[in-house]
């Protein structure tokens, strides 16, 4: 079959990308606020969110996939780019690609897949989707900067939702029909600049200090870093999580230096104000961020503000999804805002959010090797935070699964205690290549925690 392709060229686009003149801005007070008014803050950034639903709801046909292409000039640069749509509990049909063109050169990239991240996500009744639901999303990925995107979406037959909201592959029906799920939107993050005369200065705001706050008395309020100390004086640190200093041996690695939400420049205003715990750590999850490898370290607190306000703004979610996140050149940084120490809800492996903390490496590692600089990284902060809560790296814990396509509601699952997210659910997540490395991590961090 011919393919359909839907293009549509500058700032205004055709029916295919049916938009205003010039592409919608959320910006952070829009969002929050629920405010027309134009942020002017400190923190700068903006999210175009660009409506797909002209491109309609075509059927694929039987025999072979249909292609539509979408094309859109900006008028504000973008460094991370998106799909989303309305229903989390809704595949995409097929495959999402984009091209972009670099801003100043002029060229084009190659096209990349946005990968498929249906499985980083909140558990149900988690209380996330700030006042609303959770969207479904891909990765977001990042292409720095940019000013024009193209979207390829490839819909494949035999891969739309059966009765039971799952894939039926077997159904007629289904081989002939690719339907788009309602509310595709294209999103186009722009992090903001990176604001370095601002570090250190003291926090304004509620969320601001609560959220520094958190990290006592492991750093001082607006803090950009947490400093590294060594086995014995993170022993200290069972006082942030509740615990006292044990008195005989304790199983705790030194403690890694960790950038805090206000040194990679988190906009606090973005995220649910109140912060969610669940009981302890049990398990730490590894992931690879499916954001791509095409960025310097020092554009990592970029990739990391792009993400945040792609989980928040886009995806709906309350906050960041990872506890942690680690870039190519090994820097560790705190993820989702309630404190490094603590027990921290996050949103990063569906079905096994409690009782865990995700690590997400920035990069995507199912063809490229992880740097070892972050393997290492990965190694020593999972022997700290696990040795806070008691956890040996090297064993099992039981964790009942709260719902997910690889384990129902209420199965329990002896995880390991450094999973890959793949042991969770179905995905390729954290990549072949940083899964093939976890069994080192485990035996490097167990040794950090004097097993």
């Known amino acids: 079959m011919r393919p359909f392709l839907a293009t549509c060229l500058g700032a205004a686009c055709t029916a295919a990308l049916a938009l205003p003149p010039g592409p919608a801005l959320v910006r952070p007070a829009e969002a929050a606020a629920g405010s027309g008014a134009a942020r002017t803050g400190d923190l700068p950034g903006a999210t ?16 072979g996939p249909t292609v539509r292409e ?11 780019v998106g799909v989303v749509w309305d229903d989390a509990a809704t595949p995409l049909p097929g495959r999402a690609e984009v091209r972009t063109r670099a801003r100043g050169s002029g060229r084009w990239s190659g096209w990349q897949n946005l990968a498929t991240a249906g499985e980083d996500a909140p558990d149900p009744g988690a209380g996330e989707g700030r006042g609303g639901t959770a969207r479904g999303s891909t990765a977001p990925l990042w292409v720095g900067a940019s000013d ?15 009765p039971t909201g799952g894939v039926d592959a077997a159904s007629p029906a289904t081989r002939a029909v690719g339907v788009l799920p309602h509310g595709l939107r294209l999103e186009l993050v722009d992090p903001g600049p990176d604001t370095p005369a601002l570090r250190g200065a003291p926090p304004t705001g509620p969320e601001a200090v609560a959220s520094s706050a958190a990290n006592a008395p492991l750093a001082p309020l607006g803090a950009t870093e947490i400093p590294a100390a060594d086995e014995l004086a993170a022993r200290a640190d069972l006082a942030a999580v509740g615990g006292t200093d044990p008195a005989g041996p304790a199983h705790i690695g030194a403690r890694p ?16 104000a109140r912060f969610a715990y669940t009981r302890t750590v049990r398990a730490a999850f590894v992931h ?20 945040y306000r792609f989980h928040v703004l886009s995806s709906h979610w309350r906050d960041i999804g990872y506890n942690f996140l680690i870039d190519r050149c090994g820097t560790v940084y705190e993820g989702r805002a309630g404190g490094v120490a603590k027990p921290v ?20 590692f199912e063809e490229t090797a992880p740097p070892r600089a972050a393997v290492t990284a990965l190694a020593r902060l999972t022997a700290w935070k696990l040795g806070l809560h008691g956890a ?8 009942t699964s709260t719902g997910g396509d690889r384990y129902p509601k209420g199965t329990v699952v002896r995880q390991r205690v450094i999973s890959g997210h793949r042991d969770g659910v179905k995905t390729e997540c954290p990549g072949a290549l940083l899964y093939a490395d976890l069994p080192a991590v485990r035996q490097t961090a167990a040794r950090l925690q004097g097993r």
């Open 48 to 63: 175009q969110s660009l409506p797909l639903d002209g491109l309609g709801r075509r059927a694929a046909a039987p025999h």
């Open 70 to 80: 979408v094309s859109s000039g900006t008028r504000r640069p973008f460094s991370l």
């Open 148 to 162: 024009a995107v193209q979207l390829r979406l490839t819909l494949t037959p035999g891969t739309t939702p059966g």
């Open 257 to 272: 230096r960790i950038v805090t939400r206000a040194g990679w420049g988190a906009d606090e205003m973005l995220r649910e």
């Open 288 to 307: 690879h961020s499916g954001t791509g490898n095409n960025y310097t370290c020092a554009e990592a607190p970029s990739v990391i503000r792009a993400m």
């Open 345 to 364: 809800l996050g949103a990063h492996t569906l079905g096994f959010n409690n009782d865990s903390t995700g690590i997400a490496l920035l990069g995507t």
């Open 392 to 399: 040996d790296p090297l064993g099992r814990a039981s964790m």
